[in-house]
């Protein structure tokens, strides 16, 4: 194999072209699926252990909690106390608000915050995630449903198409995770993901103008264009000036409070605080001045739904179309919050488990009372600011909230609109991440037009189309560049023997007599035929060039397969039509460094054999090597 | 720019990397509109030209035959002659036959041959094409257009939605060609036009049963299940055996005749001309012996058909659909066989300009009672094969298709059906490509997958459904590689400084302390995640294995970049998060030739000076260097 193929000693060594041997069909095919699917080894731990400890393992891979459980101690509890009060006060006020862009009574918003982080708790494998609804989804829930059954109209039969698409949802995350197939979210890009939140953001805070400026009558819809019509069409007569100033002046305070934790981030307590302290206020205020005497209606928990979920009729397929929609997103919401945190502190996360663990909890809670749970951006972070040690400050929340639930729910009721479309909004401004819409401008123009496709697609139209034409543009990016890959020229770089673009080192010095060009991605049909095109366009350019100043001309063509990472039957054959094309034109083709599978095609297909064995070679470096001594010639 | 890093004698040479300067914003825009639209620079040539002569350039462009007709001489004359004849005695007997699979009378057939290879000979740019009806493309009509409207009730309209879809197919292919949107054709995969092209020559020839067993009724479904029960069905009543005896012999003539053509090459004409031979044969017998005093009907050439096309009605969006996928499979062909002969003879060939031909010759042909025209493999390989010099040889045999028009069309309708069978099964026979299948298998096993999806989807469902599977194939592939790109570990080279894959070169030896990763793709959202995971992966593993062997831990991690050729903004937060989790288990990230364009972002995105600019380095080799005074003090 590491024979040298010049044997005088006055030549360098010139190391031979791996020809890796033959691969198993079998082999290969399973060693694609394990990557495609079980690309993080999740049975690694389980190698060569005996049953009752493959059982504890497993049960462990299942409920995480029985791993970390043990390592439990009083400093990690201080920690999730202390982080799991801080966001039960953040989370109480943002449910009520939350489950009103759902269509829903606050309560839902509630029992949302009770049941699925407890399940989390105990299966999910994040240390930061702050389990509960979110604005995104909330909008998403509440605009999707609503087109299929008014809430207000028939509000028994909304609130079980409601249950029936938390049901759904939970089975998709379930099932994506179980069958490994949680790649799928990754389809969904960073640019795409910040500008649909920016997106939804907006929509969801001009929705609140409703409650902020206290009218009554407002369009259905979510588009700026529907919601700045109901605005402006209500200036004069349905606007609520008290409201109005009410609203604002909480606004301010919320946005106060929140400059204040930007500032100092000891201070993290202020902004969390401030929305319940808001909703108290406005609460007590608010009933205390208009309903003496009013009696409170049955205060409690969760009560069961699973006979509430659609399981025949019409709504089945409506709701399962609705679910999958709604799953997903808030999967990938909370798959981008746990990888976010996993990072910073340097912990791994099974994305799949994940998956497993945040469908499990959505299938239980549509069956007590729950809407679509996920991670939530805002509280993620407070709950990591706060110091958070484990998902124990899940369960604390959770546990917070079962006594709100048990004590004040009823109150809610009478919070005024306006204080909690205040909320919503300040809530919703931080998913508007200007920073990142920049970066993404400094670094890719193309994500920048994904990302603000998303944007101006749910602000102008829908969420849904929003989402698609973010897809659509991430796509079409990926197939544009397997279609037109970059190619270049290479020279030699002064007093080394590496070879590199000309462009982008311009001290790189062409070799007489010599073409050397790099393409820059696998070679398939969608691009054979181009990289053919451009190979040879590349050489008649230089060609002309050379008679132009009357210069030697090329000999040989040296084609750098390094990024060449693949090749088809397409794009062999588009080598063969190059090849002839070249002997048409007296000039020798040369491979280098073709990678284990390129290299395995070239003789697979006999193409190896045609150009000649001893034309392939490893480096760039050796085929300009074994040119030089008839480059002095000249 | 080229200065050393290090200033020491003893240190071996280190080369900066490239910071190519800033992109402009519209040049980089224009620079990607060009390569994707104008990748072989169809304005090169009127660079720096007089207005005169522009204006003869472009009409050359236009019309090549201005070009080489004024090198033509006797020489090629002669070439083109015999080639002609030669293809005419094919394709007149063909074209009957074809005629018959789109359902349309013999004579369209023959118009066919007549108008479009003139357009084609004065527009196209390919030497050896032979232009007229073929019978994927007739099958592709007649299956279509049956849906639609029933040949036998309805023979009028039948065949003015045949004009109209003929219309719509050239318009499709001179609007591809004009906005040159050619590569678009390059979707469908070499695998996947050579499983659909034996797919349908299957179906044909099953097809075909009707006519050699001389069944009355037939099936009007094309795949195997329908057919083959179709015949099965009349094997006790509706079985001719006499046409059976008279089909079956004179099929056995023509593959005979095929034999004799492939032993002996200079024999070429023998199967070329056996058709034509076997045609008057047995039409003369037919005639003589049954019809003694029959009157003929009118011969003449095309009749004018632009009044025939549908413009308005219902027909028009039908006539429209059938045309732009028939148009599709039309260029598909022709330019397959365009490309082959041009790489043989050594000449460049522009799609989109042969695409404007091919359109034009379609249009004109809707209007001359034609039907949809293209290139055919058969013939071309014929016309080829008897010397032909230039589009000439389409000349002359549109000359002997007018003679033969002029003459003895009507005679044709009584060519007995089983001859016609015969002809059409040993000329599909060639399209099943068995060697081309083999090399599918040995060089790609996807590719063979989609190359059976789209044969076993042809014969078993429908052409259409055949070459969805194949699309569809060949994209999950594409995507399947993009979302899972190989990674590698990299060792040096024994006697070299050159790092490789030391699963192709078993003797390259990995460095004490280092892992060096190479990835094998860009670096995009669909697959950011998995990289870093796998990078992660390939850490976990190989400190696992120090350990057991209580060697010292890894301190770098070297990212060998020179197959990323790009990197969007979910790359670079991955590679941020990678960073970070070294950081974490106390590993330095260093990266090795990254590209014009990723380092660019790199620094953009502020990447690079978060992990060091010293920490990027121009090569493997390099990289390691800077680690190596460490490694020797272990």
């Not at 449903?145 to 998709?172: H, K």
């Not at 934790?261 to 302290?277: M, S, Y």
């Not at 398939?524 to 190979?535: A, C, D, G, P, Q």
Request: hydrophobic share 45%; with cysteine.
């Amino acid at each position: 194999m590491s024979s040298s193929r010049h044997h005088s000693e006055d030549l360098p060594y010139v190391h031979k072209v791996g020809v890796p041997p033959k691969q198993d069909l079998l082999k290969e095919f399973t060693d694609t699926v394990k990557e495609t699917f079980f690309a993080d080894d999740p049975l690694r731990p389980f190698k060569d252990q005996p049953r009752s400890r493959q059982f504890v393992l497993g049960l462990q891979s299942v409920f995480p909690i029985l791993e970390w459980g043990r390592d439990y101690n009083l400093t990690k509890l201080r920690g999730d106390l202390i982080a799991g009060f801080t966001i039960a006060s953040l989370c109480i006020p943002q449910d009520i608000g939350y489950a009103k862009l759902a269509n829903l009574a606050p309560q839902y918003g509630l029992y949302s915050s009770f049941v699925p982080p407890l399940i989390y708790a105990f299966m999910g494998s994040s240390r930061d995630i702050a389990i509960g609804p979110v604005a995104v989804v909330s909008l998403l829930v509440g605009t999707m449903l609503q087109d299929v059954i008014d809430p207000t109209e028939n509000e028994v039969e909304y609130r079980r198409l409601a249950f029936t698409a938390t049901f759904f949802a939970g089975i998709t995350q379930a099932t994506l995770g179980f069958f490994r197939l949680g790649f799928l979210i990754d389809f969904l890009s960073h640019a795409a993901i910040v500008g649909f939140m920016a997106g939804a953001a907006i929509t969801i805070a001009l929705q609140q103008l409703k409650g902020l400026l206290g009218i009554k009558k407002f369009t259905r819809k979510t588009d700026i264009i529907s919601v700045m019509h109901s605005v402006w069409s209500t200036v004069h007569h349905g606007w609520n000036w008290e409201t109005i100033v009410i609203g604002l002046s909480f606004l301010a305070f919320l946005l106060l409070a929140k400059y204040i934790g930007k500032k100092n981030k000891k201070l993290f307590w202020v902004p969390a605080i401030a929305p319940l302290i808001s909703v108290i206020l406005s609460t007590f205020l608010c009933i205390s001045l208009m309903l003496k005497n009013m009696v409170f209606k049955l205060k409690g928990v969760n009560p069961p739904s699973l006979h509430e979920i659609y399981f025949t009729g019409v709504y089945v397929i409506k709701g399962f179309k609705i679910g999958v929609v709604v799953g997903l997103i808030a999967l990938t919401e909370a798959i981008a919050i746990g990888r976010t945190f996993a990072a910073m502190k340097g912990y791994q996360l099974d994305g799949n488990k994940e998956m497993v663990a945040l469908g499990t909890m959505n299938i239980v809670g549509s069956m007590t009372s729950c809407y679509v749970a996920t991670g939530s951006f805002s509280r993620s972070a407070v709950n990591n600011m706060a110091g958070c040690r484990t998902a124990v400050s899940n369960i604390v929340m959770s546990c917070i909230v079962l006594l709100t639930l048990e004590v004040i729910t009823p109150l809610f009721k009478y919070t005024p609109n306006a204080i909690l479309s205040s909320i919503i909004i300040s809530a919703v401004l931080s998913l508007i991440d200007i920073q990142a819409i920049v970066l993404i401008w400094k670094i890719d123009k193309f994500d920048f037009v994904a990302c603000m496709g998303a944007l101006f697609g749910v602000v102008f139209a829908s969420v849904e189309i929003g989402l698609l034409i973010a897809i659509s543009i991430s796509f079409i990016k990926i197939l544009l560049q397997v279609t037109r890959p970059r190619t270049t020229i290479l020279g030699k770089l002064p007093r080394t023997n590496i070879y590199r673009n000309i462009y982008q080192y311009p001290e790189a010095a062409k070799v007489p007599g010599i073409l050397i060009v790099r393409v820059d991605s696998a070679i398939y049909f969608s691009n054979s035929n181009y990289v053919k095109e451009r190979i040879l366009r590349w050489l008649t350019d230089e060609e002309e060039q050379l008679k132009e100043n009357q210069l030697p001309r090329i000999q040989s063509l040296i084609v750098e397969m390094s990024p060449v990472t693949e090749i088809d039957t397409s794009g062999i054959h588009a080598l063969e039509e190059l090849y002839k094309n070249l002997q048409k034109r007296e000039v020798q083709l040369n491979l280098a460094n073709p990678g284990q599978v390129v290299i395995d095609k070239l003789h697979a297909s006999n193409f190896a054999n045609l150009i000649g064995q001893d034309k392939i070679f490893l480096s760039v470096a050796d085929a300009v090597l074994s040119y030089a001594p008839k480059m002095e010639d000249l």
